[in-house]
């Protein structure tokens, strides 16, 4: 039975009127009131989370990089804010949007000599691949050399370097989003993009492919 101290019609009318994938509260006692059953494993914690831990202090709302959701398997971002009651901490409230979008884009992108497109986050994790294994994944997995070192280097740069994935040789590309902690990455197999024929048009082509997820 719900009484007027019960959250959880506040957080369904949260998520309803801003049409949010989902919203929930993490309480300091571990609950997790969520508008929905969010099929989250046995014993899970919301205190013990990235998006609780680190915003108990917070003085406003604040946006998280993209995850890849423990409930949905989906890209995501949160607003996560503290929530208080007559003056006490009473948990951080979430909400989550699903960044469906840009991952269909990403993995639109067709480029010459089998290129295709991947999401990184500049921690170094995989975000968004065709080959959904690698999702959630560090980037070190696809190549041993890209650490989120060489990754920043890359995209200062605009340098391609050749890298080895999936035991072909791969012209790799990488190119910030503006305003987020994500890159693109472009990879073209290496033959194809060196022909006289496919140089110029691969690399307009980079260029095409980062103006279409930005916009």
């Known amino acids: 039975a719900q009484t007027a101290d019960d959250p959880l019609p506040a957080i369904v009318q949260v998520a309803k009127s801003g049409k949010f994938e989902a919203a ?3 309480t300091p006692d571990k609950q997790m009131i969520a508008d929905h059953d969010m099929q989250l494993p ?7 989370r990235p998006w609780y831990k680190e915003n ?3 003085t406003s709302t604040v946006m998280t990089a993209p995850y890849i959701d423990m409930s949905t398997k989906k890209l995501v971002i949160s607003f996560v804010q503290p929530v208080h009651k007559n003056g006490a901490f009473a948990g951080v409230l979430g909400t989550d949007v699903l960044l469906d979008d840009i991952v269909t884009r990403i993995l639109g992108i067709k480029l010459v000599g089998k290129g295709y497109g991947i999401l990184i986050g500049k921690d170094g994790q995989v975000l968004v691949h065709r080959d959904g294994e690698r ?4 980037a070190v997995e696809l190549a041993p ?8 280097e890359l995209a200062k740069s605009g340098e391609m370097r050749e890298v080895t994935l999936g035991g072909a040789a791969k012209y790799f590309y990488v190119r910030a989003i503006e305003g987020t902690d994500l890159y693109l990455a472009l990879a073209v197999d290496k033959s194809l993009a060196l022909s006289p024929l496919n140089a110029l048009f691969w690399q307009a082509l980079i260029m095409l492919a980062v103006i279409l997820l930005v916009v």
């Open 24 to 26: 929930y509260l993490g």
């Open 145 to 152: 050399e890209l650490k989120p070192e060489l990754l920043a």
């Open 135 to 138: 999702v959630t994944k560090p």
């Open 56 to 58: 108990v202090g917070a």
């Open 42 to 48: 046995a014993g899970y914690d919301p205190t013990a």
